[in-house]
């Protein structure tokens, strides 16, 4: 039991390093793309020429692949190229370094025994919202860089295409996590009601 009670603290430390890896991982990734000349890895989807190839199987004959998904990578960087790999470096890292830090601060209270309060109910609503708006984002600008792969590329064989797909399973994550700052907003409120009739 007393194991059980240590766990929000436990998960308080671990939420505070991950924080500082991420913080720290971003920064590198940031300095490496903006000194070195690497190559850029851009995610495509791309439906694959019938003519170009052969899929077949002795159970179930021959089959089309129609949907295919990658990562393309250039040798030869240019401007563009790099602002939209730094843009999709932090679209990945501002929203996990707010989420970790929000959870910090979550934790923190309910090590400190007072889960119910004003702040963490705020903290969840945020988390929720920044997890919607991660998990639409995300797909909107691997669209974009599915529609600079489309203008930009020559390709025999494959047809690049460009789809917005959101994610539903991470808005709907995000939406359990709004349904529960409303369960500790309501939370909050019989706490508040409990001290007052102390």
Do not use: C
């Not at 790999?85 to 989420?99: Q, T």
């Amino acid at each position: 039991m007393e194991s059980l009670r240590k766990l929000p603290r436990v998960l308080q430390r671990l939420t505070e390093t991950a924080l500082i890896l991420v913080a720290m991982a971003t920064v590198v990734v940031l300095i490496a793309v903006a000194v070195t000349d690497i190559g850029l890895d851009i995610p495509i989807q791309f439906t694959p020429d019938p003519d170009a190839y052969t899929l077949t199987s002795d159970s179930w004959g021959s089959g089309t692949i129609l949907d295919g998904q990658g990562l393309t990578r250039f040798e030869n960087r240019d401007g563009g190229l790099v602002a939209l790999f730094l843009i999709a470096v932090l679209v990945y890292s501002v929203p996990a370094v707010l989420l970790l830090g929000l959870l910090r601060r979550f934790l923190r209270a309910v090590a400190d025994g007072n889960p119910f309060t004003r702040e963490n109910a705020l903290a969840m609503r945020w988390i929720g919202l920044i997890v919607i708006i991660f998990g639409l984002v995300v797909q909107a600008l691997q669209s974009v860089a599915a529609v600079v792969a489309m203008n930009t590329l020559t390709t025999e064989g494959i047809h690049i295409e460009a789809r917005l797909t959101p994610d539903f399973a991470v808005v709907f994550v995000g939406l359990v996590v709004l349904v529960l700052a409303e369960a500790f907003v309501h939370g909050t409120n019989l706490q508040a009601d409990a001290d007052l009739t102390i």
